[in-house]
């Protein structure tokens, strides 16, 4: 279930269409199961695989170590504090893409 799980969040499909990515990975033998798609939904709030899933994130960050030193784990640092449309900055105001106002910074230990 933990390589369904992160199956199917690398896929960014919705559940019933990575059913077809996930048969393949059957029929490779990847999954000895082969689960229905909500039952991927019901692990994801099962906490007993949150330790295997954050040892999953830390070991495929180990390759980076060396090169990086410090970095966001996620984007909530650059959100931006006003809404833009798409349009108004294409064809009005082109500026518009240049400008960036964050809402806050990002304690970034070093």
Partial sequence: ?????????????????????????????????????NSIFNYFENEALTPYLKMLIEESSLPLQTIESS??????????????????????NPKLLEQRNWIREMAIPR
């Fill in 71 to 92: 970095f966001a784990v996620d984007s909530s640092g650059f959100s931006t504090s006003r809404f833009v449309q798409w349009v108004q900055a294409k064809h009005h």
């Fill in 1 to 37: 279930m933990i390589f369904a799980a992160a199956f199917k969040v690398y896929s960014t499909v919705s559940g019933r269409r990575f059913m077809s990515d996930l048969r393949d990975a059957y029929d490779k033998d990847y999954i000895s199961k082969l689960p229905c798609y």
